[in-house]
């Protein structure tokens, strides 16, 4: 009975000690010391007022993780300055937990300020391990942003660690986002790729690639080895979910080009553009291109670009890459010869009762129209015929049966722009007309010179070749002190991955004016009719140094037939594009196409778009439907993008000593 008693009488003097420890308990989480039980690890649903309305209402250690959360929602807001003012009032002393949280709102701040180095510097403090896997997502979409999609083998990286993390919509996502870095590299860049063994994941991705690019011309082929390559890497993450290019190509089926209708203008000013790819496209069709040409031959110069279709205008043109491609075969071998053309004269009457003719006469397959406002009537039409359109509208729409074709100067400013940055310039300086159409060139190229990552582009402007007399009369030459050209983005700046919103900044100051003794400007690139060039190039060096380093580059507006040895010996060290076929590609047909056209360059050139409207017609699904297809054609070595607008990447030659001479 003793020690029953004795139990007893212990236990009820433990009762008050407990009664006192859950009072205090209680009276403690109404002080300043409680626990935070907002849990800044999580996802930030609320809106930022919401937040700021509880900042305002906590007075304990609660506050500061409401103050985290209030940033992230004003960050995804796009409200910079109240984001801003708010980091400034967090308290220097943080849990560790809310120092890591602290870190990736920095970095997103200087993401949306276009400050990536500083981004990249605060990531780089981060403790991943610490991470909550909502933060981890994070953390890596991060990364990727600051990476600004520059394909890289950090940003590889980066996509593969965040794709395990990532369910739904946001996992195809960041599957074709990984598939879009390892398209955009080089072959150069991925045989410099140096990657541990471990990396599994890593080298099945890189496999795949390979395997896309070796078979990427024949559409069955790549079928076959897709799966070859499923087999071999099962628990790729690629392997169980394709990215959607690819998974096309597990439905591809060919186009039926047994009838083909050509929509073209036949009467008006627009006439003599379409003869000239009328004349293209026939002969190609009936095996013109077939003969062979001579091995060697000096490139010719090349066209006016401004005398194309003015109504053209290009779209996006994404980074090109270089790599190996089986060589094209002659454009009339590799179409149907026994297709049926159904020629359509869209100057006779609208184009939307030529395209139901067309449609009741059988076209399984549509070229053209040409003008511009035609074009747009056949994209908002909804048609259900395929259509390779030769023209763009303002506003590409993406339609899976509609491809665009088209030439313009601002697709050449684009070509440029890639071009001259491959080369290693940064500080390009663009000389064009005091015109809408100079207007047009200097957007185009600034709008692709960012998308490369570039810093701002300067312009300078010049009159007629009358004022450029004048000038040089005067011994003023041109001093190459151009002006910043501000322009929107061609895409918008916001950055939305895996459910991080990073918005455009609100405001971005414009770069600082750049000129020629200072040493900025490291690369010209001049928009001129051959006259205007002829006085152009001495105008700059009256003006330059004869150890300034600054590369010249031209349109191919600048080279007509006839310029002479006197004019290749002026032009000595200066590049200039244009299309293969007045490049040398092939002299016979050029000899051909130059005599038929009375060496109006201009037009030869729309015979050659006639050529490649004929090879594309008959390769139209391939190049809607399987990435990386490529055709080496008259006009450029062509690709199209997921708009199944048609890219074209141009020949670049260079004045040597009196010779026209290929750009290695």
């Avoid at 949306?112 to 180095?117: E, F, H, L, M």
């Avoid at 009328?278 to 005398?307: E, M, T």
């Avoid at 017609?617 to 199944?644: E, Y």
Wanted: one cysteine or more.
């Amino acid at each position: 009975m003793l020690p029953s008693k004795v139990v007893r009488h212990k236990a009820g003097r433990l009762v008050p000690v407990l009664l006192a420890g859950l009072i205090l308990a209680a009276c403690s989480g109404q002080g300043p010391q409680q626990t935070s039980n907002v849990n800044i690890q999580g996802p930030a649903t609320g809106r930022s007022d919401y937040y700021l309305q509880q900042v305002q209402q906590s007075s304990d250690d609660s506050k500061t993780d409401w103050q985290l959360l209030a940033i992230r929602a004003l960050l995804k807001e796009g409200k910079y300055p109240q984001a801003a003012n708010q980091l400034n009032q967090l308290p220097q002393q943080l849990s560790d937990v809310q120092q890591q949280e602290l870190l990736l709102l920095r970095a997103q701040m200087q993401i949306g300020q276009q400050n990536y180095s500083g981004a990249q510097q605060q990531l780089g403090q981060v403790k991943v391990g610490d991470l909550s896997q909502d933060q981890q997502v994070r953390y890596y979409a991060l990364q990727i942003a600051a990476a600004q999609n520059r394909p890289s083998l950090p940003l590889l990286r980066a996509y593969i660690a965040q794709e395990p993390l990532l369910k739904g919509a946001d996992h195809q996502s960041n599957i074709d986002a990984t598939w879009q870095a390892l398209t955009q590299m080089t072959q150069d860049q991925i045989n410099s790729l140096v990657i541990n063994a471990n990396e599994n994941t890593l080298q099945g991705w890189l496999d795949l690639l390979n395997t896309w690019r070796a078979n990427s011309q024949d559409p069955q082929m790549l079928k076959a080895a897709i799966q070859d390559w499923q087999t071999r890497y099962p628990q790729n993450p690629s392997a169980k979910t394709l990215p959607t290019q690819l998974s096309q190509v597990q439905n591809f089926t060919k186009a039926s080009t047994s009838t083909i209708a050509l929509l073209l203008p036949l009467n008006g000013q627009a006439q003599v553009f379409a003869n000239a790819i009328q004349k293209g496209f026939n002969d190609a069709r009936n095996g013109v291109l077939n003969a062979p040409a001579p091995q060697a031959a000096s490139a010719p110069a090349a066209a006016d670009a401004n005398s194309v279709v003015s109504p053209a205008v290009a779209g996006n043109t994404p980074p090109q890459t270089e790599q190996p491609q089986p060589a094209a075969q002659p454009a009339a071998a590799q179409g149907n010869s026994n297709a049926q053309v159904k020629v359509y004269d869209t100057s006779s009457q609208p184009i939307a009762q030529v395209m139901q003719q067309a449609q009741q006469d059988g076209a399984t397959l549509v070229v053209g129209p040409l003008l511009k406002n035609d074009v747009e009537t056949v994209v908002n039409s909804n048609t259900p015929l395929n259509v390779l359109a030769l023209n763009e509208p303002e506003q590409i729409q993406n339609h899976p049966n509609i491809c665009y074709f088209a030439l313009s100067p601002e697709d050449e400013a684009r070509d440029a722009a890639h071009h001259i940055y491959e080369q290693g310039k940064r500080q390009p300086l663009l000389l064009v007309p005091r015109s809408s159409y100079g207007d047009r060139i200097s957007k185009a190229f600034a709008q692709e010179w960012q998308t490369l990552g570039g810093s701002t582009v300067l312009q300078q402007r010049f009159g007629g070749v009358g004022e450029l007399k004048q000038g040089i009369n005067s011994g003023a030459g041109i001093a190459l002190s151009g002006t910043p050209l501000n322009v929107e983005p061609a895409q918008s700046q916001s950055v939305a991955i895996a459910g991080l919103t990073i918005p455009a900044p609100q405001t971005s100051a414009p770069a600082p004016a750049a000129d020629a003794s200072s040493g900025n400007v490291d690369a010209v690139y001049i928009v001129a009719s051959q006259d205007e060039l002829q006085l152009i190039k001495p105008m700059i060096a009256m003006r330059t140094s004869s150890r300034n380093n600054t590369a010249l580059y031209a349109s191919s507006r600048s080279a007509q037939a006839g310029a002479g040895p006197d004019f290749r010996l002026e032009m000595d060290g200066l590049q200039f594009s244009d299309i293969p076929l007045l490049s040398g590609s092939n002299p016979g047909l050029m000899q051909q196409a130059a005599k038929s056209f009375n060496n109006d360059y201009s037009l030869v050139r729309l015979y050659a778009m006639g050529i490649d409207a004929w090879t594309l017609a008959n390769h139209f699904n391939q190049m809607r439907q399987v990435p990386g297809f490529a055709i080496d054609g008259n006009t450029g070595k062509l690709n199209a993008d997921t708009d199944c607008v048609i890219n074209r990447k141009l020949a670049w030659n260079q004045y040597r000593q009196g010779q026209i001479v290929p750009v290695q």
